[in-house]
T-cell receptor, first 116, second 111 residues
Framework: NAGVTQTPKFRILKIGQSMTLQCTQD?????MYWYRQDPGMGLKLIYY???????DKGEVPNGYNVSRSTTEDFPLRLELAAPSQTSVYFC???????????????FGSGTRLTVV | GNSVTQMEGPVTLSEEAFLTINCTYT??????LFWYVQYPGEGLQLLLK?????DKGSNKGFEATYRKETTSFHLEKGSVQVSDSAVYFC??????????FGTGTSLTVIP
């Protein structure tokens, strides 16, 4: 059971470069999320999706884009990387939206991104 | 708005010591409350949860009771082990599309 798989695990980007963080889940969950974890700041929601073809902004969406063409995949795109985007990024999924929030998330193992 | 406040870390305990990590919350309505654990190099894992007032969540020897009157959900364990060394996050859900996380408390257990 793979759960939620994120790639890459580590990446160093130069300012202005772009990259895509990959996230795949094999649990047929309809809800997927991207969070960033900054030291001492907890987790902040970047984007989320309630199903294929539907995405919405979270607390901190600026500088990021997402797409959800399939139930399984929810990639996060960084355009024009900035040092402020240095963080650890977590993808998560859940079985349903409100109501299933009671069941909690399944998290990936994270991507550590450094922008220099 | 919704928010979660956790006690500052890091916390260092000797093996078999008693653990308490404090968590208080602010929310409208009746949120569900959670504790997540993050082991080194891994993602967050659900440790326990409680969905209504006075519920007690428990797992792996950890417990937390949903106290509406004090808006708290403190995590406790009677006897910690070295393998419990991790970062612990308190979180709440108001049934909407995101969780609200505390800043995390790092626990180190020494033999």
């Amino acid at each position: 059971n793979a759960g939620v798989t994120q790639t890459p695990k580590f990446r160093i980007l130069k300012i202005g470069q772009s990259m895509t963080l990959q996230c795949t889940q094999d649990m047929n969950h309809n809800y997927m999320y991207w969070y960033r974890q900054d030291p001492g700041m907890g987790l902040k929601l970047i984007y989320y999706s309630v199903g294929a073809g539907i995405t919405d902004k979270g607390e901190v969406p600026n500088g990021y884009n997402v797409s959800r063409s399939t139930t399984e995949d929810f990639p996060l795109r960084l355009e024009l990387a900035a040092p402020s985007q240095t963080s650890v990024y977590f993808c998560a999924s859940s079985q349903r939206g409100s109501g299933s929030a009671h069941y909690g998330y399944t998290f990936g193992s994270g991507t550590r991104l450094t922008v220099v | 708005g919704n928010s979660v406040t956790q006690m500052e870390g890091p916390v260092t305990l000797s093996e078999e010591a008693f653990l308490t990590i404090n968590c208080t919350y602010t929310a409208t309505g009746y949120p569900s409350l959670f504790w997540y654990v993050q082991y080194p190099g891994e993602g967050l894992q659900l440790l326990l949860k409680a969905t209504k007032a006075d519920d007690k969540g428990s797992n792996k020897g950890f417990e937390a009771t949903y106290r509406k009157e004090t808006t708290s959900f403190h995590l406790e364990k009677g006897s910690v082990q070295v393998s419990d060394s991790a970062v612990y996050f308190c979180a709440l859900s108001d049934g909407g599309n995101q969780f609200y996380f505390g800043t995390g408390t790092s626990l180190t257990v020494i033999p």
